[in-house]
Structures are given as structure tokens and as C-alpha cells.
């Protein structure tokens, strides 16, 4: 009876992930006011009845996909929260990789987001405070140098891992990330030691 509770949890998880990937690849394409359970349904290859069983609207699934997000990136940070100095950059960048690794495919659809989605804003929002928190609680600068750190970090991160998602000819996430984490550590390197 286990295993078969086990399996149906399973079903099901890979039923919701495939609801909210269909929901992120049509939030590439047109506004979420636009889109309909219907396409979510016919995109996610399950019925608009299977939709329903798990949802009550697109703005529901919408809701649970931001909260994923923000909830996969506040663990990310947490795991985080204990390294000090220069030492927080170096995990950051191999901590990433390993979240965005775990879905490729759903990060793959929020990086082909226009940048001022309503997703996008809300997540670049949660990150921004987390980077400037970790600067704060890293270095004595005023707010303002943080603040300019902050920006310069989140700027970076965004616009660099989303033209790696869109690029054709990519290099692996690993070797992509660790070389982004050598230019933002130069970078701060340089800023903070003045």
C-alpha cells in the first residue's frame, strides 16, 4: 500500500510540474491574462478536467509557480546565510548551478520571460534583498555601496544566465557558472577592497 501511495505521489507531482512548465512556455509567448486552462491543458498533454482536479484557475497555478520559485531561492539562500566574506560568493555560483540543475527545463522557460514579467519582477525582487541582506551582513559599507553591489550582482547574474538560456551553442551550466562566479568575485573583489 506504500509503494503504491509512493507512485501516485509521484503521478501526481509529475502531474503539477508538467501543468506549471506549460504554464511557464505560454508565459513565454503572450500576458497571463491571455492564456486559458485549455492551452495549459493541451500544452501539458492532460485534460482541462486534470487541470481542474489540481487548480482552480491559470492564476492559481501562476501563484504556486512564483511560490516554488521564491521558496527553491530562499532555500538556496539559507543554505548560504552562515558563509562569510568572499567565501559566500565562491558557493553562491556551485549552490545556483545545483538549483537550476534540479529543473532545468522550468528555469529554462523563466529565463525566456520578458524581463518585466510579473514573475520575473517578483523573483529579481526576492533576490535583490537577499544579495543586498548577504552584503550587509558580510562587509561594513554604507547602504548606498550596497546598494550599488546589490544591483550590480542581480544585473549580472540575470541578463548572463539569460542569454545562456538562450543561446544555441551553450557550454555546460557548470563551466558557465563557475566562470560567472570568477567575473562577479573579480568584480566585488575589487569594489569592496577599496
Known amino acids: 500500500m506504500k509503494s503504491e501511495t509512493r507512485k501516485t505521489d509521484r503521478r501526481v507531482i509529475r502531474t503539477q510540474r508538467s ?4 504554464l ?6 503572450k500576458d497571463v491574462e491571455k492564456i486559458t486552462i485549455k492551452e495549459i491543458a493541451e500544452r501539458a498533454d492532460v485534460d482541462r478536467k486534470t487541470v481542474y482536479n489540481y487548480y482552480t484557475s491559470v492564476y492559481e497555478i501562476l501563484a504556486e509557480l512564483e511560490n516554488d520559485w521564491i521558496e527553491d531561492f530562499d532555500a538556496f539562500t539559507k ?11 565562491q558557493n553562491f555560483f556551485p549552490a545556483l548551478t545545483e538549483l537550476i540543475a534540479e529543473d532545468i527545463e522550468l528555469y529554462t522557460q523563466l529565463m525566456r520571460m520578458g524581463s518585466q514579467s510579473r514573475v520575473i519582477s517578483k523573483l529579481l525582487s526576492f533576490l535583490r534583498d537577499k544579495i543586498k ?5 558580510n562587509y561594513e559599507f554604507d547602504s548606498e555601496r550596497v546598494n550599488v553591489a546589490a544591483e550590480f550582482t542581480l ?4 541578463w548572463s544566465y ?4 538562450n543561446s544555441e551553442n551553450k557550454k555546460p551550466l557548470k563551466e558557465f557558472s ?3 562566479g570568477e567575473l562577479v568575485m573579480g568584480g566585488l573583489t575589487a569594489y ?3
Not at 19 to 22: D, G
Not at 79 to 89: H, P, S, T
Not at 133 to 137: G, K, M, S
Not at 162 to 165: G, I, S, T, V
Open 155 to 158: 544585473a549580472g547574474l540575470f
Open 24 to 29: 511557464a512556455a505560454l508565459l513565454v509567448e
Open 178 to 180: 563557475s566562470e560567472l
Open 19 to 22: 501543468i506549471r512548465n506549460a
Open 162 to 165: 539569460r542569454a545562456w538560456f
Open 79 to 89: 543554505r548560504l546565510e552562515n558563509v562569510r566574506g568572499m567565501e559566500y560568493v
Open 192 to 194: 569592496f577592497a577599496e
Open 133 to 137: 541582506n548577504a552584503f550587509v551582513r
